[in-house]
């Protein structure tokens, strides 16, 4: 049989119609690129989401640093001002101490005497002295003084020098009598 086709059309149209089977497979690709350019883009979204935020975290975290190192600078600050006012507290107990030695040792001092040079040492209370006189007997009521007070003890001669003249008067700073001292001052327990 032959057959003559009078609408080529037609039949080309009959041919290449889809089948149900063709329509649902294109059907189901289509959906599956449009869940995954879907799926695609929120994963873009979120990535971009995540990024801002751990941009922003960052800069919140460089801030909160800044104000942590001047947190730690002012702490140190309040350490270094609370060093300075215990020691000025203590320089001021520490002069205190030291007027009421000088004014102790003052009281046993006789008038002929004077006190030429003190070296005193804060903790042990210790003190050592020179002193001169014209007379080294003065020296000596001195030193019985010291040994007799309460405020003082250990008291002892480190050294002394009397000057001898032969012929010529001595005079001047070779004419005394000078005496070196040391000594430990109670003053009641307020040492250092």
């Keep these: ?24 497979l294109i059907f189901v690709v289509v959906a599956v690129l449009l ?3 879907a799926s695609y883009g929120y994963a873009r979204w979120t990535v971009m989401q995540t990024t801002n935020n751990l941009a922003d975290l960052n800069a ?9 190192k001047l947190l730690d600078l002012n702490r140190t600050l309040a ?8 020691n000025l507290a203590a320089a001021a107990q520490l002069q205190v101490n030291t007027n009421q030695l000088l004014d102790d040792l003052a009281k046993d001092l006789p008038k002929a005497c ?20 014209s007379q080294f007997v003065d020296l000596v009521r001195f030193f019985n003084a010291l040994g007799a007070d309460p405020k003082f003890k250990d008291v002892h001669i480190d050294g002394y020098q009397i000057p001898y003249a032969v012929g010529t008067v001595v005079q001047g700073p070779q004419a005394k009598a000078t005496m070196n001292l040391t000594l430990t001052w109670v003053g009641g327990g307020k040492n250092g």
Excluded: F, Y
């Design 60 to 68: 919140k975290i460089a801030a909160l640093d800044a104000e942590q």
């Design 114 to 133: 004077i006190v030429s040079q003190t070296d005193i040492t804060t903790i042990p209370g210790t003190v050592a002295l020179s002193v001169n006189s």
């Design 35 to 37: 869940v995954l350019g």
């Design 79 to 86: 350490q270094r001002s609370l060093a300075m006012e215990m």
């Design 1 to 24: 049989m032959i057959t003559i086709n009078l609408v080529p059309q037609a039949r080309r149209r009959r041919k290449t119609q889809l089948t149900r089977e063709d329509k649902t």
